[in-house]
């Protein structure tokens, strides 16, 4: 699959709620801040950009989505928004992991390089803290997504929340990786262990 493939990127695992398009070599993007509302908004925004870019949905070949780890609710629906597209589609799909779209954001904000340890708020007392190399032509995963309590996470790494979330991250994160694309059953989120915030309930 080439670089110029018709890509639809999806980003919801902040406040921020963002879609992307590559189609025909070039890009289009609608951002949104709508903390809780993705629902309300996905959908439409995806269908303006495909109508601004003339481009039917069976067009489509590869759905890259923000899989997390992220917001309980946003990460969810980003996936299922991406599994229900590429399912009408006939598209493929490919998970981004958000502290990769987190660093490629502060790579291309700040002349740093190197390594960079990068926190985003999980829940109330709670971060994911990821490792990465800052390089001059992207970025590489050191070590991936932990949960850490916060009066854990060391002070010199970067918050995350400084790093915008867009869609158009993702697609040309995803545009670099196409050949990792798998079927629609794989828009599953990425967890991190101990992430879910519910527990099961004891017997009795």
């Known amino acids: 699959m080439d670089t110029e493939a018709n890509v639809l990127a999806i980003e919801t695992t902040t406040g921020a709620c963002s879609v992307a398009l590559a189609a025909k070599g070039h890009w289009l993007e609608d951002t949104r801040i709508a903390p809780r509302l993705h629902n309300r908004y996905l959908l439409a925004m995806v269908d303006g950009l495909l109508k601004v870019a003339s481009l ?31 399912l009408g ?36 007392g709670w971060s994911y803290v990821a490792r990465y190399e800052l390089l001059d032509h992207g970025v590489r995963c050191l070590e991936f997504d932990e949960l850490v309590q916060d009066g854990d996470v060391d002070q010199c790494v970067v918050d995350g929340a400084r790093c ?37 309930t004891e017997p009795g």
């Open 56 to 86: 039917d949905r069976r067009a489509l070949q590869v759905i890259a989505f923000g899989a997390g780890p992220g917001s309980f609710t946003g990460v969810r629906i980003g996936a299922a928004v991406a599994q229900g597209i590429a």
């Open 89 to 124: 589609a006939g598209a493929r799909v490919l998970q981004v992991a958000s502290s990769a779209v987190a660093a490629e954001s502060l790579r291309r904000s700040t002349p740093r390089r190197g390594g960079v340890s990068l926190s985003r708020t999980s829940r109330s």
């Open 164 to 200: 915008a979330m867009s869609a158009r991250v993702v697609g040309e994160l995803a545009l670099t990786n196409l050949a990792s694309a798998g079927e629609p059953a794989t828009a599953v989120p990425l967890y991190v262990e101990g992430d879910s915030p519910w527990r099961p």
